[in-house]
Each structure stands twice: as C-alpha cells, then as structure tokens.
C-alpha cells in the first residue's frame, strides 16, 4: 500500500510541475500524453496529502499560489532528473559511434591496444578510433582525450578511473647472451653483467630497476653501455645480445615465445597494481566510450 501511496504521489508531482510551467492543465496533459482530468486529478490528491493548496484556479488561467511557488523549483528539479535518466537509459542503448581519443603510454599502445583495435572497429564500425602514443602525461580534459590508460601511481583528479591489471616487472636477456657470459643468479650480480637501460624521454632519468628481495622492493640502477628511450629500442638490443635489460612481461611476452628473450632472476621479480584507464565523467554513458571499456577489461 505504501508503494502505491509514494506513485501517486510522484504522479501529482510532476503533473504539478509541468502544470505550473505551462500555465494550463490542458497544456500539461498535452505534454504528458495523458488526459486532462487526470493532470487535475493527481494534483488534487497532492494539495490533500500536502495539506496546501498549489494553484489558484479561475476559469481562464491556473496561478501558482505562494505556497506551490516554493515548492514549485523543487519539482522541477525531479521532472529533470526523470528525464535525465531516461535520456541515460536511452544512450545506453544506443550503438557506438563518433570519434574515440584514446591516449596511452608507448608499450601499453604497441603492444595490447594496437593489435585489438581491428576487432574492435569490426564489432564496432561507426566508431573511428584515434590513438595517441607518448609518453608524456597528457592533459585529458585540454586535448579533449575520452580515454586514457596510464602506468604508475595517478593523482587525484577528478577523472573517473579503474584498475586494469598488475604490471609486472622482471629482468630478460637473450640465449646467446647468457650462453656467453652466464645467468646471473641475484640482482647483486648484474654488476658483472653488460646491461641496456631506457631513459624517460618525459624526464631524461634512467628507469630504476625494481627488485624484490628479502621481502621488500629494492631498486637500482646499474650502470649501462647502451640507452634507448623507447623501450621497443631496448627490446631489440636485449635480442641482439646486448646485455639484460628490465621489461614489462607483456612488452617480453612475443620474444619469450619466440625464443628470442628468457626471463631471468624471476624470483625476485616486481608485480604492481598500477595500470589504470582513466575517462571523463562527461563521458561516462556514452556508447563508444563504455564499449572500449569493455573491451580494455578483456585486453588485460
């Protein structure tokens, strides 16, 4: 019974606002779709449960009265609320489409969005996506970015976020390399090693290497005869027998199964939970922006 007490007066609320802005029952049940008397109705029953009278009534105009003046603005503000929800509801629905930006460090970009982005414009095809490889932190809301997948710790922004996955960090060189100069057995021993580091082209440092040892995280940074800015540049060299080098394990992944690459000093690997896709509150219900969403949560 309380249930249905609460509908008729939601009913009464809104056929008060739309009564109180067009001046007229009639005009509010024309823009209802209901029924004239019915507009009457449900305002009757909520001036009696209200204990006040709303309108002053006279055979030509419909005036608010002091009192359905105050609460006048307050119904208006639930009037757009049900129609912004079910503008929602109906962008929900709606299929993908328009231009999506989407920036994303170089690996993360190479290596996992890239090569899903095909399968995505065939499930999706009014959806043109554009993506942007630095890694430089851009500015989402200035370049107008709907998406954005970042690593390491982000600040508080007031952008909507989610974990993605683990990165996890470890230590690779080539078969011929370990062949020739042995596989070290704790990161204490790279100092004997040739190593290749990467350089942050954001900041000019070099990457400090991350180990675990002993139950706590450890980082280094061992001196380098070779520096590559691009982590795609220190790939190539670790395989071209240029000494160990650290890498993500999905940037290693294709050249550890070619055989190219093998991890080493695994039990002292590094996971961190630290990459994340980041996006607009603007953006939160539309259509191509929850679809790369999903498709970013199958990628990782």
Same mark, same amino acid.
């Given at each position: ?38 507009? *009457?109705? *449900? ?28 609460? #006048? ?31 994303? *460090? ?79 057995? #704790? ?36 001196? *380098? ?76």
């Amino acid at each position: 019974m309380k249930e249905q007490i609460a509908l008729e007066r939601l009913t009464g609320l809104i056929a008060f606002a739309r009564a109180g802005s067009l001046g007229s029952y009639t005009a509010a049940a024309r823009s209802l779709s209901i029924s004239p008397s019915a507009v *009457s109705r *449900s305002v009757q029953r909520l001036e009696q449960h209200l204990g006040v009278s709303l309108f002053t009534r006279t055979t030509r105009a419909l005036t608010l009265t002091p009192e359905g003046r105050d609460l #006048h603005e307050r119904a208006l503000r639930l009037l757009r609320d049900a129609e912004d929800i079910e503008q929602a509801a109906k962008t929900a629905r709606a299929e993908p489409a328009g231009t999506l930006r989407v920036a994303a *460090s170089l690996p993360i970009g190479v290596h996992l969005i890239a090569p899903a982005l095909p399968a995505f414009r065939e499930k999706h095809p009014a959806v043109t996506v554009d993506l942007r490889l630095s890694d430089q932190i851009v500015d989402i809301v200035e370049q107008r970015i709907d998406i954005a997948i970042r690593i390491g710790d982000l600040p508080d922004s007031g952008l909507l976020s989610r974990k993605l996955a683990p990165l996890r960090l470890g230590a690779y060189a080539s078969p011929g390399y370990l062949a020739k100069r042995g596989v070290p057995s #704790h990161p204490d021993d790279l100092q004997g090693h040739d190593t290749v580091t990467l350089r942050y082209q954001s900041t000019g440092q070099f990457f400090r290497w991350p180990f675990r040892i002993g139950g706590r995280e450890v980082e280094m940074t061992p001196p *380098s005869g070779l520096v590559a800015d691009v982590s795609d540049a220190v790939m190539a060299m670790l395989v071209a027998g240029g000494g160990i080098g650290i890498s993500a394990s999905f940037v290693a992944a294709p050249y550890v199964s070619r055989g190219e690459l093998v991890p080493i000093l695994t039990e002292f690997a590094v996971e961190r939970n630290n990459i994340t896709v980041l996006w607009p509150e603007s953006r939160r219900t539309n259509p191509a922006v929850r679809a790369f969403l999903a498709l970013l949560q199958e990628i990782f």
